[in-house]
């Protein structure tokens, strides 16, 4: 397991852009879209360490994803404020 600062920003600006469009579009069901998502990172990991592409699994991506989406949906919610909508 190594920490990569390209990798685990990759990871970050994936998953906040996910949680940002999903935020806007699916705006009542964040909760639902938090565990989708977090369990889609999960996922990614398990994939990674079956070892059909050669990679391992990292739980720093998984943190690096759950960190994204915090961000992608603080930013959502912020675009919303700005633009007058709610921010449900």
Known sequence: MTFTHHGKLTHAAAF???AAL???GW???KAKLIVLLAFSGVAIEVVQGAQLIGRG???FDWIADCAGMAGGITIASWTKWLAGGPSA
């Open 22 to 24: 999903g935020s806007l």
């Open 27 to 29: 705006s009542q069901h």
């Open 16 to 18: 906040a852009v996910l």
């Open 57 to 59: 699994p990292d739980v």
